[in-house]
């Protein structure tokens, strides 16, 4: 085999919580995390060298690229000398707190560990992950779970019934890492019943869960960017069960129990923004 082509699906945030700062500087967080059917499709060939292309001119193609750092990662651990052609079909929108580029990473270290015969087993490849990113470990997963830590203590959830969204991407990127400098407990209003989501999930109550959806990366975000607020409201008003910001933002998503709601609601917010996603829960097929 000299070409596989890996799916790489987006995440979004059904909670996220912050607990502390942690002494390594990042933050202790609590957060469940959710695949969605909004999918990049990363093509791995094999070559002499690691290079990087996408369809997309918004993310770089070279070394400074998550996917081209998770190749070199995996080579150097093995002392492989080797490279791959890694071609993303970017569909997922970027600087959107959807964890774009830590899907692409994921989807590199399972791509190459089957294209390269490195039989790597799931623990190595989620040690790797981590060097990569917080978010990447999860990546690699096919499950929802509850995070913890800097989101690499997983704790996979039962599938429930598929849930339905609708995303809505402002016509602007927020930096993740400047969300997390201005984050400050003394703004957050309200917090996550993180205990009560994992009840409703676990009892398959989705108008529970939807009302247990808190993110406290709000508290940095709404106030700097009001058009996410007034995301959420719309959101509301079109009859989603509850709308929330993903991860760092600016992506709002809505969470909707009837199709006929989510359908008008997309209908409308297409007049008025580019990125606009009818989406659902996604399990990555083998």
Same mark, same amino acid.
Not at 2 to 9: N, S
Not at 87 to 94: A, Q, S, W
């Given at each position: 085999?000299?070409?596989?082509?890996?799916? +790489?699906?987006?995440k979004?945030?059904?909670?996220?919580?912050?607990?502390?700062?942690?002494?390594?500087?990042?933050?202790?967080?609590?957060?469940?995390?959710?695949?969605?059917?909004?999918?990049?499709?990363?093509?791995?060939?094999?070559?002499?060298?690691?290079?990087?292309?996408?369809?997309?001119?918004?993310?770089?193609?070279?070394e400074?690229?998550?996917?081209?750092?998770a190749? @070199?990662?995996?080579?150097? @651990?093995?002392?492989?000398?080797?490279?791959v052609?890694i071609?993303?079909?970017?569909?997922?929108?970027?600087g959107?707190?959807? &964890?774009?580029?830590?899907?692409? +990473?994921?989807?590199?270290?399972?791509?190459?560990n089957?294209?390269?015969?490195?039989?790597?087993?799931?623990?190595?490849l989620e040690?790797?992950?981590?060097?990569?990113?917080?978010?990447v470990?999860?990546?690699l997963?096919?499950?929802? &779970?509850?995070a913890?830590?800097?989101g690499e203590k997983?704790?996979?959830?039962?599938?429930?019934?598929?849930?339905?969204?609708?995303?809505?991407?402002?016509?602007?990127?927020?930096?993740?890492?400047?969300?997390?400098?201005?984050?400050?407990?003394?703004k957050?209003?309200q917090v996550?019943?993180?205990? &009560?989501?994992?009840? &409703?999930?676990?009892?398959?109550?989705?108008?529970?869960?939807?009302?247990?959806?808190?993110?406290?990366?709000?508290?940095?975000?709404?106030?700097?960017?009001?058009?996410i607020?007034?995301?959420?409201?719309?959101?509301l008003e079109?009859?989603?069960l509850?709308?929330?910001?993903?991860?760092?933002?600016?992506?709002?998503?809505g969470?909707?129990?009837?199709?006929?709601?989510?359908?008008q609601?997309y209908?409308?917010f297409?007049?008025?923004?580019?990125?606009?996603?009818?989406?659902?829960?996604?399990?990555?097929?083998?």
């Open positions: 085999m000299d070409k596989i082509t890996i799916e +790489a699906p987006a979004i945030n059904l909670t996220l919580d912050i607990k502390g700062k942690r002494s390594d500087g990042y933050h202790e967080l609590e957060t469940v995390m959710h695949h969605i059917s909004l999918v990049d499709y990363v093509t791995l060939e094999k070559s002499d060298h690691i290079t990087v292309s996408s369809n997309s001119k918004l993310i770089p193609n070279d400074s690229n998550l996917a081209y750092k190749a @070199k990662l995996i080579f150097e @651990k093995n002392g492989k000398k080797a490279g052609n071609y993303i079909e970017k569909n997922i929108p970027v959107a707190g959807l &964890a774009g580029g830590s899907t692409n +990473a994921a989807a590199v270290l399972l791509g190459l089957k294209l390269y015969d490195l039989h790597l087993s799931p623990q190595v040690e790797l992950a981590l060097e990569l990113g917080s978010d470990p999860f990546c997963a096919d499950k929802t &779970a509850l913890k830590g800097r997983l704790t996979f959830l039962p599938p429930i019934e598929k849930l339905n969204f609708l995303l809505v991407k402002p016509d602007f990127q927020v930096s993740t890492a400047q969300v997390y400098k201005e984050f400050s407990f003394d957050v209003q996550p019943d993180t205990n &009560a989501f994992l009840k &409703a999930w676990h009892e398959c109550d989705i108008i529970s869960l939807a009302n247990n959806m808190q993110n406290v990366l709000e508290s940095v975000c709404l106030p700097k960017y009001p058009e607020g007034k995301i959420k409201l719309r959101m079109y009859g989603a509850n709308a929330l910001m993903s991860g760092s933002g600016p992506t709002v998503f969470l909707f129990d009837n199709q006929d709601k989510l359908n609601a209908a409308g297409l007049t008025e923004y580019k990125e606009v996603f009818k989406i659902s829960s996604y399990i990555r097929s083998e």
